[in-house]
């Protein structure tokens, strides 16, 4: 393998998952070439509109829901702690 005269950045989430997925002796170009070439990864786009409007926004809602269920039940837990 050449050497690479660029770099890029990553968000720390994305390091972190890179770390997780390496295997012994890889760098992290042998990773994301690795993940490249799998068969079904497809491309990037495959997944983008195939849902409807009313699908997305159902989806959207559902998950504000549960987030603001979350933060009830960290509110309840740091009441219950004083």
Known sequence: MATADE???VSDRVKRELD??????????????RLLD???????Y???????????EGV?????KSK???KQRMRGRAEDAV
Do not use: H, M, P, T
Not at 38 to 44: L, P, Q, S, W, Y
Not at 60 to 64: L, V, Y
């Open 68 to 70: 603001e269920k979350q």
């Open 7 to 9: 770099q890029i950045r």
């Open 20 to 33: 997780r997925l390496r295997r012994e002796g890889e760098s992290y170009n042998d990773v994301l070439e």
């Open 46 to 56: 495959d997944g983008f509109g195939r849902w409807s409007d009313e699908e997305a």
């Open 38 to 44: 799998e068969d079904g990864a497809g491309d990037f």
């Open 60 to 64: 959207c809602e559902g998950r504000r």
